[in-house]
Nanobody, 115 residues
C-alpha cells in the first residue's frame, strides 16, 4: 500500500507564493510519476504538474512559468513551488503517484488566492 503525505497550501494574496511537498511511503517501484492535480468548485479535476522518477516534467500551460515541480527521489518526495499566484489558482490540490499501473491520491489541500 502507498500513502501520500501532503504539506503546504493555505491562503495567500494574489501575486504571492506557496510551496507544496508530497512524500510517498510504502511499496513503491523505482519507476513512477508523481505530481499535483487540482479541482476548483464546479470544475473537473485537472493536471497541474507532474514529474517522473527520471526527472521529466509535464507542466500545465495555465501555470507554466509560474509553478515549478522538483523531486528528491531518495526520499520519494516531490515539491511544487507556486509563484505569482492568481485568484483562478484557487482550488483543492491533490498529490498523486502512479506506478505499476495504479494511481494513488493524497487527501487534498485547499489553496485560496485572494484578489
Amino acid at each position: 500500500q502507498v500513502q501520500l503525505l501532503e504539506s503546504g497550501g493555505g491562503l495567500v494574496q494574489a501575486g504571492g507564493s506557496l510551496r507544496f511537498s508530497c512524500a510517498a511511503s510504502g511499496s513503491i517501484s523505482r519507476v513512477w510519476v508523481m505530481g499535483w492535480y487540482r479541482q476548483a468548485p464546479g470544475k473537473q479535476r485537472e493536471l497541474v504538474a507532474t514529474i517522473t522518477s527520471g526527472g521529466s516534467t509535464n507542466i500545465a500551460n495555465s501555470v507554466k512559468g509560474r509553478f515549478t515541480i522538483s523531486r528528491d527521489s531518495a526520499k520519494n518526495t516531490v515539491y511544487l513551488q507556486m509563484n505569482g499566484l492568481k485568484p483562478e489558482d484557487t482550488a483543492v490540490y491533490y498529490c498523486a503517484l502512479a506506478h505499476d499501473s495504479r494511481t494513488f491520491w493524497g487527501q487534498g489541500t485547499q489553496v485560496t488566492v485572494s484578489s
